[in-house]
């Protein structure tokens, strides 16, 4: 059984940078598509960026310049590369693997879901 585990998050001002990973257990990451959403109280589930198997990326179109997505096969992490924090960035950030190798942008396509890490971005 494959789990996930967010880790990274933290607190920072404006103008700060985070790298979240998210670290696969139970199975081998390289032939998953990897994902990151992001996730406000009240608000929907939003896609970041995801990577596919074979290491394509997929950007939200308002992040993207700012935020990198990665991954490392040989450590069976995915990373989240995030410069220049804004408020509007706090959000629980959540990885997600989908089992055909994809890099979509819709939350329904990944089956396996992490707890989330919490990023807190202070004006």
């Known amino acids: 059984q494959v789990q996930l585990a967010e880790s990274g998050g933290g607190s920072v001002p404006a103008g700060g940078s985070l790298r979240l990973s998210c670290a696969v257990s139970?199975?081998?990451?390289?032939?998953?598509?990897a994902g990151w959403f992001r996730q406000s109280p009240g608000k929907e589930r939003e896609f970041v960026a995801a990577?596919?198997?074979?290491?394509?990326?997929n950007y939200a179109r308002s992040l993207k310049g700012r935020f990198t997505v990665s991954r490392d096969n040989a450590k069976n992490t995915v990373f989240l590369q995030m410069n220049n924090l804004i408020p509007e960035d706090t959000a629980e950030y959540l990885c997600?693997?989908?089992?055909?190798?994809?890099?979509?942008?819709?939350?329904?396509?990944?089956?396996?879901w992490g707890q989330g890490t919490q990023v807190t971005v202070s004006s």
């Open positions: 139970g199975r081998a990451l390289r032939s998953y598509g």
């Open positions: 990577v596919s198997a074979d290491f394509q990326t």
């Open positions: 997600a693997l989908d089992n055909a190798g994809s890099y979509a942008r819709f939350a329904n396509r990944y089956q396996t």
